[in-house]
C-alpha cells in the first residue's frame, strides 16, 4: 500500500544524496518515465536511458553527477535531481519508502489449525485455513498466509513470510527473515529410487531441508531435503520461480538462482554464485566462489572460482564465444571447402 510523501530536500537527506533544485518540491511517489506524473521520482543509471529523461513528464530525477554534467542548461533548469552514485539503489530506498514492508499484525484465525504442541509466537500472524503441526515452532513476528502447510517439527525463524499454498514439510528449519513465495515447497523427499527384483525401491529420505537467514525462495519452486544429512541454502541467497534443488545440495551465501535452473543431488555452490535461467547440473559436482554461469549452460564437471562459464557443455566464457563466431561461419567455411575438393578432383582426374 503506498505511503505518504516527502520533499526533495527530505528525500535528499534520507538517501544521502546531492540535491540540485527545489528542496520543496513534494514528491508523492515513484515510477518508470513512460508513466510518471510530474510529482513521481524517476531515475537514470546509464546515459543509453536519457531518452526515456527528455520525454517523461516526471520533473524529479535520480542520476549519477556524471550523467548531470552532460546534461544541456536547459534540461538542467526544469527538473528537481538528487545526485548519488548508485541511482538505482537509491530508487530502491524511496520504492520502500512509498510501500513499506508488510508488517505482521499478531492474530490467530479461528479457521487456522495448529495443533496444541506447536509453539507460534504471540506476535505472529497466522491466516485462515493454515496448518501448524507437532511440535513446529513458529518465530515472532511470522505471517502464514491462508492455506501455508507448517509441517511437525519444522521451525520458522523470525520474521518470516509464508505465502499462501506454500509447503514446509516436517523437521525443516528456516531462519529469520525468510520468504518462501506461494506454490513453493520445502523438504519434499529427494529423489531417489534403486532397481530391485521387484521394481524401483524407494530410499528412505530423512534428512532435512535447512534455510539460513534472508533466504527468499520464489514460486512453485523445490527444496529437497537431504537423503541422510542436510540440503543447505546459505544466508542471503535468493531463489527464482520454478527452481529444483535436489538432495544434499549445498549452496553458500548470497547466490542467485535465475528461473528453471536445477540442481542435482549432491551439487555444491560456493558463495555469490549466479546461474542464469535454465541453467542446470550433474550431480555430485562443485561450482566455486564467484562463477557465473550462463543461461542454458549444462554443468557437466567441477568449476573453480571466479570463472565465468557458458553452453553446453559449459566452457569459459572467452572460448563458448570463439565457438559461436564460427559457429556463424560454417556456412560460409563448408562453400569454401566444397570448392576446394572439387578442384582437388580435377587435379586429380
Not at 526533495?8 to 538517501?15: I, T
Not at 543509453?48 to 530525477?61: A, Q, R
Not at 520464489?218 to 544466508?235: C, E, L
Request: charged share 20%; glycine share 12%; with cysteine.
Amino acid at each position: 500500500m503506498e505511503s505518504g510523501s516527502l520533499t526533495a530536500g527530505e528525500a535528499s537527506q534520507r538517501l544521502m544524496a546531492r540535491l540540485i533544485g527545489d528542496a520543496a518540491f513534494l514528491i508523492e511517489g515513484v515510477a518508470s518515465p513512460e508513466t510518471a506524473t510530474a510529482h513521481m521520482a524517476c531515475f537514470v543509471e546509464s546515459p543509453s536511458y536519457l531518452t526515456s529523461f527528455k520525454t517523461s513528464s516526471s520533473e524529479c530525477w535520480l542520476i549519477t553527477p556524471q550523467i548531470y554534467e552532460n546534461l544541456d542548461e536547459g534540461a538542467r533548469s526544469k527538473k528537481t535531481f538528487l545526485l548519488t552514485e548508485k541511482p538505482y539503489h537509491s530508487f530502491v530506498e524511496l520504492v520502500n519508502f512509498f510501500f513499506p514492508a508488510i508488517k505482521a499484525i499478531a492474530k490467530k484465525h479461528p479457521q487456522a489449525w495448529i495443533d496444541p504442541s506447536a509453539e507460534v509466537a504471540s506476535s505472529a500472524q497466522v491466516e485462515a485455513f493454515v496448518s501448524v503441526g507437532p511440535r513446529a515452532k513458529i518465530g515472532a513476528r511470522v505471517i502464514l498466509h491462508s492455506g501455508a502447510w507448517i509441517g511437525e517439527g519444522s521451525i520458522i525463524g523470525d520474521d518470516s513470510i509464508i505465502y499462501a499454498g506454500a509447503k514446509v514439510y516436517p523437521n525443516c528449519m528456516l531462519g529469520k527473515r525468510n520468504v518462501i513465495h506461494g506454490g513453493a515447497v520445502i523438504g519434499g523427499d529427494g529423489f531417489g529410487f534403486l532397481p530391485g527384483s521387484k521394481g524401483l525401491v524407494k530410499i528412505p529420505q530423512v534428512g532435512r531441508a535447512v534455510l539460513a537467514d534472508d533466504v527468499e525462495i520464489g514460486a512453485n519452486s523445490t527444496v529437497d531435503r537431504g537423503t541422510i544429512g542436510d540440503t543447505y541454502i546459505g544466508q542471503g541467497t535468493k531463489v527464482d520461480n520454478l527452481v529444483q534443488i535436489g538432495h544434499n545440495c549445498k549452496i553458500g551465501k548470497n547466490c542467485i538462482l535465475c528461473a528453471f535452473v536445477g540442481l542435482s543431488g549432491n551439487t555444491t555452490l560456493g558463495d555469490n554464485v549466479l546461474m542464469a535461467g535454465q541453467a542446470a547440473t550433474k550431480g555430485h559436482l562443485e561450482i566455486g566462489s564467484n562463477v557465473q554461469v550462463g543461461g542454458a549452460s549444462g554443468i557437466s564437471k567441477d568449476i573453480a572460482p571466479n570463472q565465468q562459464v557458458k553452453g553446453y557443455p559449459a566452457l569459459p566464457l572467452k572460448e563458448f564465444l570463439k565457438i559461436q563466431v564460427l559457429h556463424t561461419k560454417l556456412p560460409e567455411i563448408y562453400k569454401r571447402l566444397m570448392e576446394v575438393e572439387k578442384k582437388l578432383e580435377e587435379i586429380n582426374k
